[in-house]
C-alpha cells in the first residue's frame, strides 16, 4: 500500500483540549460566518430572480394569449435551475454557520428555507396554469404537468434531511477530542460518506485513494457534509485507549 497524499484543509491548527471536562456550543470561525453570510446573499439573489421569472411566465406569458408553450415551458426550467441553485447555496450557508436546535421556530426556518422558496417559485404559477381559461386541456395537462414536476423537485431539493445544528457539531467534536487525547482533527476523501480518526485506517488508505483530506469535524461537514465517525476508527481507538461508552458520556456533555 503506497503512501498517501494527506491534504490539509484550512489554516486553523488543531488545539488540544481535556477531555472530560465538558464542551462549549461550536462556535463558528469568523471566517465560515463571513462565507455563510456571502452565500446567503447570493442563494437570496437566486431566489428573487426566480420569483421574478415565475412573474414573467404568469403576466408576460401565461396572461397574453395565444399562450407561447415553448417559451412557457423554457421559463419554467430556468426557474427551477435558479430555485436549485438559491437552495444549493444556502444549504452550503447552513453548513459553515448552523442553527441552534433550541429555538425550534429559527431551527426548522434556516434548514428549511430552501423547500419553502422551492414551492413558493412554483405554486401561484401551477394553480394558475390549472385556471387559465385560454388554455386548452391538452395545454393544461401538459405544461401543468412540467411545473408540477419542477415544484416537486424544488421543494425536494430544498429540504434538508439531515440539517445540521450546533448541538450536532458541538457533540460530533466532542467525541473525537475524546478519542485523540484532546485533538479535533479527522480525515476523509473526496468519494467518503465518514470521516476518520486514523489516515492509515484500511476504510480510507485503500489502492484506489489518491489523496487524504485533514481538517477539523466542522470542515469535514462544510466541505463534504460528512456526519459520522468511521466505526473502525472509533472502536480502534477506544481499545488504544482502553475506554467505555461512559467514559466518553462527560466528554460530550455541553456546558452552557
Known sequence: ?????????????????TPTQGRTPFVPTPESKGKAKQLRL???????????????????????????MTLLIILI?????????????????????????KDKVKFFLQNQLGAIMGVLAFLPLVILIFTNKDLSGKQ??????IAVVA????????????????EQYTEQTAEVEALTEGFNHV????????????????????DVTTEIF???????????????????????????????EADLVPAITITE
Open 42 to 68: 447570493f442563494a437570496i439573489l437566486a431566489w428573487v430572480v426566480a420569483i421574478a421569472v415565475q412573474a414573467y411566465a404568469i403576466f408576460g406569458v401565461l396572461f397574453k394569449p395565444p399562450v407561447n
Open 1 to 17: 500500500m503506497t503512501q498517501k497524499k494527506i491534504t490539509r484543509v484550512g489554516g486553523d491548527e488543531e488545539t488540544p483540549v
Open 151 to 166: 415544484l416537486l423537485i424544488a421543494g425536494i431539493a430544498g429540504a434538508d434531511f439531515n440539517p445540521p445544528s450546533v
Open 187 to 206: 480525515y476523509w476523501t473526496k468519494s467518503g460518506s465518514v470521516y476518520h480518526i486514523y489516515s492509515d485506517c484500511h476504510h480510507i488508505n485503500r
Open 140 to 145: 393544461k395537462g401538459l405544461v401543468g404537468s
Open 214 to 244: 485533514e481538517g477539523t469535524v466542522a470542515q469535514a461537514r462544510e466541505l463534504k457534509n460528512i456526519t459520522e465517525l468511521c466505526k473502525t476508527c472509533r472502536s480502534r481507538a477506544m481499545t488504544e485507549k482502553n475506554l467505555t
Open 77 to 101: 426550467v430556468i426557474d427551477l435551475g435558479l430555485a436549485i441553485l438559491g437552495s444549493t447555496l444556502w444549504k452550503k450557508a447552513n453548513r459553515l454557520d448552523p442553527a441552534s436546535e
